[in-house]
């Protein structure tokens, strides 16, 4: 359930990834620029997506690398959901010489799935700057024809995965935490195990009781782990 959840929102992702594609192809084939103009053809995509009843998403959208729009070298088409299953677009600070700049490319989340070009599940992190609280960033790299690589990605709600966690444990009997690659916990069914947090080293609570794979469809985008923690 946890696995196929997760597995579900990144074929959300997929979905932003191929139609910017085909926006990006339909341009190049009549030979006018990709520009943000074009890249706006997104958003009833996104504003679907995020919509959808029991998303995981706080929100969805598309970062591009400096050459992939003809009319700035800085754009995120990043929208989010306002509580009222509605969205709004995030503006952001994208000017370098503002205050506040957001250079979301050099964040891990950008800069892993263009260098690698693997998608990846990157923290949990602060995204300061950006949607201002702690989240997974699910990220796919885009390939346009031009050769440039952007980025669709989606930030995961903590709190719709401490549902989703515990939904699918259906038991409060045993403390488990949800482990990201990073080594920090997603969440977990205690209050000793906080998002962000990192296992400690030392003391009887760093050595779980049994450690289960999340059983992924592809297990290098999601290397995390449910971990069962002693008392």
């Not at 990043?78 to 370098?96: E, M, T, V």
């Not at 709600?157 to 949800?178: C, F, N």
């Not at 195990?193 to 999601?222: E, K």
């Amino acid at each position: 359930m946890l696995a196929g959840r997760i597995d579900a929102a990144f074929a959300d992702v997929d979905t932003v990834r191929r139609r910017v594609v085909e926006i990006a192809t339909q341009a190049a084939e009549r030979r006018t620029a990709l520009d943000r103009a074009a890249l706006t053809d997104i958003r009833p995509l996104l504003l679907d997506l995020l919509a959808h009843d029991g998303t995981l998403f706080e929100s969805l959208g598309v970062a591009v690398s400096g050459t992939s729009l003809s009319d700035t070298p800085r754009w995120l088409e990043w929208w989010r959901r306002d509580g009222r299953n509605k969205a709004q677009f995030i503006s952001h600070a994208l000017n370098p010489d503002s205050v506040g700049f957001y250079d979301y490319q050099s964040r891990e989340w950008f800069r892993l799935p263009v260098t690698t070009r693997r998608p990846h599940a990157v923290g949990p992190y602060v995204d300061a700057g950006g949607i201002e609280v702690c989240t997974v960033t699910l990220a796919i790299p885009i390939a346009l024809p031009s050769g440039s690589v952007s980025v669709a990605g989606g930030d995961l709600s903590i709190a719709a995965l401490e549902a989703l966690l515990l939904d699918t444990l259906g038991t409060r009997a045993h403390k488990v935490v949800l482990l990201a690659a990073n080594g920090r916990v997603v969440t977990s069914n205690t209050a000793r195990y906080v998002t962000g947090s990192r296992l400690r080293a030392d003391g009887p609570q760093a050595t779980p009781d049994q450690i289960v794979p999340i059983p992924s469809a592809d297990p290098h985008r999601l290397p995390w782990q449910l971990l069962a923690m002693p008392d």
